[in-house]
């Protein structure tokens, strides 16, 4: 596998589950768990993205 473009995670069993329903279920045709999760992953990040537009960062020092 190139490591320069996947890495791999860790999730516990609970997130696992979610995450192969909704790869599953969610789409008109079974995704790949990889796919389903950075579909969600490119959303979280859009929304987070466009509600911090405005130059304040709400991470903690």
Same mark, same amino acid.
């Given at each position: 596998?190139?490591?320069?473009?996947?890495?791999?995670? %860790?999730?516990? =069993?609970?997130?696992? !589950?979610?995450?192969?329903?909704? /790869?599953?279920? !969610? #789409?008109? =045709?079974? !995704?790949?768990?990889?796919?389903?999760? %950075?579909?969600?992953? !490119?959303?979280?990040?859009?929304? #987070? /993205?466009?509600?911090?537009?405005?130059?304040? /960062?709400? %991470?903690?020092?």
């Amino acid at each position: 596998m190139d490591t320069d473009k996947f890495k791999s995670i %860790a999730l516990n =069993m609970d997130t696992y !589950q979610k995450l192969r329903e909704l /790869s599953d279920k !969610q #789409f008109e =045709m079974p !995704q790949s768990m990889a796919k389903t999760a %950075a579909y969600y992953i !490119q959303l979280a990040h859009k929304d #987070f /993205s466009e509600k911090n537009k405005n130059g304040k /960062s709400r %991470a903690k020092a």
